[in-house]
């Protein structure tokens, strides 16, 4: 069985704070990772996909690690606005339908 | 900025009554998926859908769930008979492409189903 978890949180951070979430991975197979973002009650949206070598898009950075099978995400300088509930996604290589994790929820506080 | 939609925003029905939960993907795509959420759960694969066929589906996705693509516009999530335990946030999602490492899947609002 395919098993992509992550710590629920809540994550509970001051503005400006650095946060960094990890998600693991059980199928050794798999060949493809993503972030996702989730609203209180909306529809995913996606972040950033993550790719071997790490990649950054403004404040935030995703890796990879095929050995211990796990991404991560950092956060830095957290806004307000980036309270919500991210999902990590993963797709194996024999399919294109992405496995989602359960969601770590972020809040963020003045 | 096109947009994937959906309808109704929620729907309330009886056990064993049949739902149809209806997306308008965006225009120019030709993938289009299915998920559901149930309350405090994960987001849950249904059934993708390609060149009017059903593509990959999942175990979720039994003989009481059939999708369908009506018209040029929208595409439909039936349940023929409603049991308490599909009561979720269905999602509706669509792609222009479908790649293992590009994931350009855009999705909808939901519907929110409560089966009583």
């Known amino acids: 069985r395919k098993e992509v978890e992550q710590d629920p949180g809540p994550f509970n951070v001051p503005e400006g704070a650095t946060v960094a979430f990890n998600c693991t991975y059980s199928n050794s197979a798999s060949q493809s990772f993503f972030w996702y973002r989730q609203d209180c009650r909306k529809e995913p949206k996606l972040l950033m996909s993550v790719y071997s070598s790490g990649n950054e898009d403004g404040r935030f950075t995703a890796q990879l690690n095929r050995a211990s099978q796990y991404i991560s995400l950092l956060i830095r300088d957290s806004k307000l606005s980036d309270s919500a509930t991210y999902l990590c996604v993963v797709k194996d290589g024999g399919s294109y339908i992405p496995t989602f994790g359960r969601g770590t929820s972020l809040i963020v506080h003045p | 900025e096109p947009e994937v939609t959906q309808t109704p925003s929620h729907q309330v029905t009886q056990m064993g009554q049949e739902v149809i939960l209806r997306c308008v993907p965006i225009s120019n795509h030709l993938y289009f998926y299915w998920y559901r959420q149930i309350l405090g759960q994960k987001v849950e694969f249904l059934v993708s859908?390609?060149?009017?066929?059903?593509?990959?589906k999942s175990e979720i996705f039994d003989d009481q769930f059939s999708v369908e693509r009506p018209d040029g516009s929208n595409f439909t999530l039936k349940i023929r008979s409603t049991k308490l335990e599909d009561s979720a946030m269905y999602f509706c999602?669509?792609?222009?492409?479908?790649?293992?490492?590009?994931?350009?899947?855009?999705f909808g609002p939901g519907t929110r189903l409560t089966v009583l």
């Open positions: 999602a669509s792609s222009r492409e479908q790649g293992l490492y590009t994931d350009t899947q855009y």
């Open positions: 859908f390609y060149n009017n066929e059903i593509s990959e």
